[in-house]
C-alpha cells in the first residue's frame, strides 16, 4: 500500500521557519518525482514545490526564495524547508506521487501572530 506521512506542521509567527516531512513507503521512493501543494482554507490546491524530470525543482512563484524542497532517498523522505513565513502561507501541506496520484493526509501550518 502507498502511504504519504506528512509532518512539522503548528503555528508560527510572520517570518518564522518551519520544516515539514514527508515520510514515503509502498512504492520505489527513488523512482519517483515528489511534490509538495497546498490548500488554503476556501481556496483551490496549489502547487508549492516539486522534483521535475532531469533533477530540476519547479516553485510556486509564491514561495520562491522562501521554500526548500530537498528529498533523502535513503530515508524515503521528502522536506519543505520554509522560511520567512507569512500569513498567506497558512494552509493544509500535503505531499504528494504526482505519477502514482497519491495524496498524503496533511500537516496543517499556521502563520500568525
Known amino acids: 500500500e502507498v502511504q504519504l506521512q506528512a509532518s512539522g506542521g503548528g503555528l508560527v509567527q510572520p517570518g518564522g521557519s518551519l520544516r515539514l516531512s514527508c515520510a514515503a513507503s509502498g512504492f520505489t521512493f527513488g523512482s519517483f518525482d515528489m511534490s509538495w501543494v497546498r490548500q488554503a482554507p476556501g481556496k483551490q490546491s496549489e502547487l508549492v514545490a516539486a522534483?521535475?524530470?532531469?533533477?530540476?525543482?519547479n516553485y510556486a512563484d509564491s514561495v520562491k526564495g522562501r521554500f526548500t524542497i530537498s528529498r533523502d532517498k535513503s530515508q524515503n523522505t521528502v522536506y519543505l524547508q520554509m522560511s520567512a513565513l507569512k500569513p498567506e502561507d497558512t494552509a493544509i501541506y500535503y505531499c504528494e506521487n504526482p505519477v502514482l496520484k497519491v495524496r498524503g493526509q496533511g500537516t496543517l501550518v499556521t502563520v500568525s501572530s
Open positions: 522534483f521535475i524530470t532531469g533533477g530540476r525543482i
